[in-house]
């Protein structure tokens, strides 16, 4: 019922910004908290941050400060916002949806900190 489709991944200089998209497919966005996740070869995932329908804000200490999670409804697009960019940055980012009864994933998009 949801498909998740991440975006805007890459390379980027240490220090860099990048900005991460999802697209999302299903009814009722609007109404869902979603979120980004991200998980590093040999790591667990891990929060970056979640928005509810309510636009209220959540992140994981690692990139507090340095990230900025928002939503467009209109376009049921999600979006991440990250600044000042560190090696450590370097995963692969997913899109998440929580429903009434199922977490909804997406297929991740490669982010590579690197000189």
């Known amino acids: 019922q949801v498909q998740l489709v991440e975006s805007g991944g890459g390379l980027v200089q240490p220090g860099g910004s990048l900005r991460l998209s999802c697209a999302a497919s299903?009814?009722?966005?609007?109404?869902?908290?979603m979120g980004w996740y991200r998980q590093a070869p040999g790591k667990e995932r891990e929060l970056v941050a979640t928005?509810?329908?309510?636009?209220?804000?959540n992140y994981g200490d690692s990139v507090k400060g340095r990230v900025t999670i928002s939503r467009d409804n209109a376009k049921n697009t999600l979006y991440l916002q990250m600044n000042s960019l560190k090696p450590e940055d370097t995963a692969v980012y997913y899109c998440?949806?929580?429903?009434?009864?199922?977490?909804?994933w997406g297929q991740g998009t490669q982010v590579t900190v690197s000189s």
């Open positions: 928005i509810s329908s309510g636009g209220n804000t």
């Open positions: 299903g009814n009722r966005f609007s109404i869902r908290t």
């Open positions: 998440n949806l929580r429903g009434l009864y199922n977490l909804y």
